[in-house]
C-alpha cells in the first residue's frame, strides 16, 4: 500500500483547506485511515480516522465539529476537510493505514504512511 498525501498550504485564520490521500495497491474501501499531524520536535497525534467499509470516524477533540474526514471510493481518495482554522492547526499532516476494522487514535498502530502536507496557519 501507497499513500500520498497533498493539498496543503497557507490560510489565514478562519480559513479552509482540504487535503487528500490517495492509495495506490488497495481500496480504500478496505483501510482505516487515520489523519495525524506533528509540530516540529513533538510527537505525532491524532486528528481523525475513518473505518474501513462501515466509514464510521472519530475526531479529536481540538478539531472536532471544524475538520471532517471522508472517504471518496471512486477516487479511492480520503479526504480530511478542515473549516475555521487557526494557527494552533499548522503542522505537518499525515495519512496513515491499517487493516484492522477499528480506528486507533495511536500512530503505532498504522503500517502505511503518506509523506505528509505542510499546513500553515497564519494569524
Known amino acids: 500500500v501507497q499513500l500520498q498525501a497533498y493539498g496543503g498550504g497557507l490560510v489565514q485564520a478562519g480559513g479552509s483547506l482540504r487535503l487528500s490521500c490517495t492509495a495506490s495497491?488497495?481500496?480504500?474501501?478496505?483501510?482505516?485511515v487515520g489523519w495525524f499531524r506533528q509540530v516540529s520536535g513533538k510527537e505525532r497525534l491524532f486528528v481523525a480516522g475513518?473505518?474501513?467499509?462501515?466509514?464510521?470516524?472519530d475526531y479529536a477533540d481540538s478539531v472536532l465539529g471544524r475538520f471532517t474526514i471522508s472517504r471518496d471510493n471512486a477516487e479511492n481518495t480520503i479526504y480530511l476537510q478542515m473549516n475555521s482554522l487557526s494557527p494552533e492547526d499548522t503542522a505537518v499532516y499525515y495519512c496513515?493505514?491499517?487493516?484492522?476494522?477499528?480506528?486507533?487514535?495511536?500512530?503505532?498502530?498504522?503500517?502505511?504512511w503518506g509523506q505528509g502536507t505542510q499546513v500553515t496557519v497564519s494569524s
Open positions: 475513518i473505518q474501513r467499509s462501515g466509514g464510521a470516524t
Open positions: 496513515g493505514a491499517q487493516f484492522r476494522g477499528l480506528i486507533s487514535r495511536n500512530r503505532n498502530d498504522y503500517f502505511y
Open positions: 495497491g488497495r481500496k480504500v474501501s478496505g483501510l482505516t
